[in-house]
């Protein structure tokens, strides 16, 4: 809701921002009729961050440990998580958990080899 204020002294008035300049009566205060209408626009902005990293032997190949911690959207239930994952494919080893932000409730663990974790993610095999 708008608030209309004189523009000369401040003063609140009891006016509609609708009423035509013509027709304002002049302010009790000052006597002017120049008008501020102030209207308040809040909203929220929640900011999510991620990191990733990835570590080689040598300029090229494979990354011999990936790693990725931060907000990430869970598309199953439709809301943000915080999930950490690390990949060591030096010694074999894929761990990952979702956590709830909000509640702490464990959505998800994974800890396994790095071998027997297939079938997942981008190793889902394709439907054509």
Not at 32 to 39: D, E, F, L, Q
Not at 90 to 104: G, I, K, L
Not at 110 to 120: A, T, V, W
Request: charged share 25%.
């Amino acid at each position: 809701m708008p608030t209309t204020t004189c523009a000369q002294c401040e003063s609140v008035l009891n006016e509609s921002p609708g009423t035509a300049p013509e027709n304002r009566l002049p302010c009790p205060q000052c006597g002017a009729t120049s008008r501020i209408y102030k209207v308040l626009i809040q909203d929220t902005i929640e900011v999510k961050s991620s990191l990733s990293l990835k570590a080689r032997h040598g300029t090229s190949g494979k990354p011999f440990l990936e790693t990725k911690s931060g907000d990430s959207f869970f598309h199953k239930a439709q809301k943000w998580v915080h999930r950490v994952m690390r990949i060591d494919r030096d010694n074999d080893h894929y761990c990952e958990t979702v956590v709830d932000p909000h509640t702490n409730e464990l959505i998800h663990k994974c800890e396994e080899p790095l071998s027997k974790h297939q079938g997942r993610g981008n190793a889902k095999k394709k439907n054509v």
